[in-house]
């Protein structure tokens, strides 16, 4: 089982993060205040594809495995988000994560998020920015270009 990460930690880890790394001391203390830290163990399926999702993470240790349609879309490991999707557009899960080892995890629900993306507006540029390249990899998988 992974050590549990203290409240320093935890500003100076979301600080290393490439989400938050413009983010002053300040909002990251703002930002640790609205993440609840959970733990996940290997095999644990973390979101369903098509099914509802009300929260979304962050990686603070460990890997997870993403699969879209039963197709390995790659992992994710510590820095970076996952989940965030379901709650932006309030659709279903768009792909299976699975824990591939033990992990600790940010996680923020859509209210949490909310303020988040109030407190620093940027992040919600970053967060589309990889929304948009997830989008572009998933559309070359299906339909990659010729020549
Ligand atoms: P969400 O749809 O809420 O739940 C599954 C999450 O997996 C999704 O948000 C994204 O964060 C992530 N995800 C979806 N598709 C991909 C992909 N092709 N590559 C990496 N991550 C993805």
């Known amino acids: 089982m992974a050590r549990k990460i203290g409240k320093d930690e ?8 490439w989400l938050f790394s413009h983010c002053d001391r300040k909002e990251l203390a703002r930002i640790s205040a609205l993440t609840t830290l959970q733990t996940a163990s290997a095999g644990d399926v973390l979101t369903e594809q098509g099914k509802p999702g009300s929260e979304c993470f962050i990686v603070a240790s460990g890997t ?13 490991g510590p820095g970076a988000f996952f989940g965030e999707m379901a709650l932006l557009d309030g659709g279903p ?30 992040v919600g540029r970053k967060m589309l920015r990889v929304a948009g390249q997830r989008l572009r990899e998933a559309h070359d998988r299906h339909s990659p270009a010729s020549g």
């Open 64 to 76: 997870a495995r993403v699969d879209v349609s039963g197709v390995d879309a790659g992992e994710i």
């Open 93 to 122: 899960r768009s792909a299976t994560v699975t824990a591939l080892e033990d992990m600790q995890l940010l996680a923020l629900d859509r209210r949490e998020l909310d303020a988040l993306l109030d407190v620093v507006p940027s």
């Open 10 to 17: 935890r500003v100076q880890l979301l600080g290393s993060i």
